[in-house]
């Protein structure tokens, strides 16, 4: 538990950080689009969901990587 903490304080790489505002405008988008107060079709729904969960996957996993220090 502690390494995921050390991990997550550490400084990103530059790569990373812009793969993780990517990922939070996924997220963003597919909430947007599953809390539509219009009816939506099933098959947008469907794409809105996996477009936030894609989102929000890579924005945990850009968040996580830390520089390669052995370089």
Excluded: W
């Amino acid at each position: 538990m502690k390494n995921i903490v050390n991990r997550v304080s550490a400084p990103t790489p530059k790569f990373f950080k812009v793969l993780r505002t990517i990922g939070l405008a996924l997220a963003a988008v597919g909430g947007t689009i599953l809390a539509a107060p219009v009816a939506l079709p099933v098959v947008v729904t469907t794409i809105g969901g996996y477009v936030a969960v894609a989102g929000s996957v890579l924005t945990a996993a850009s968040q996580l990587t830390i520089p390669n220090d052995s370089e």
